[in-house]
């Protein structure tokens, strides 16, 4: 499943393939930003960076 997360650094969007087997393991996931190089977590409770997924 490959999502577009969106950066909270720099504030662009980007692809991610979070390896997972549960949608509960998303919250602990971090990402490098390939733009910034900001690490932040791709999902979290209370503000999702979430921006959409996209589909092979
Ligand atoms: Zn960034």
Do not use: E, W
Not at 13 to 34: A, F, G, Y
């Amino acid at each position: 499943m490959v999502l577009i997360v969106k950066c909270p650094g720099c504030g662009k969007n980007q692809k991610t393939n979070p390896r997972i087997t549960r949608p509960s393991d998303l919250t602990k996931k971090t990402k490098r930003c390939v733009y910034c190089g900001r690490s932040f977590k791709i999902h979290s409770n209370n503000n999702s960076r979430i921006v959409g997924s996209a589909k092979k």
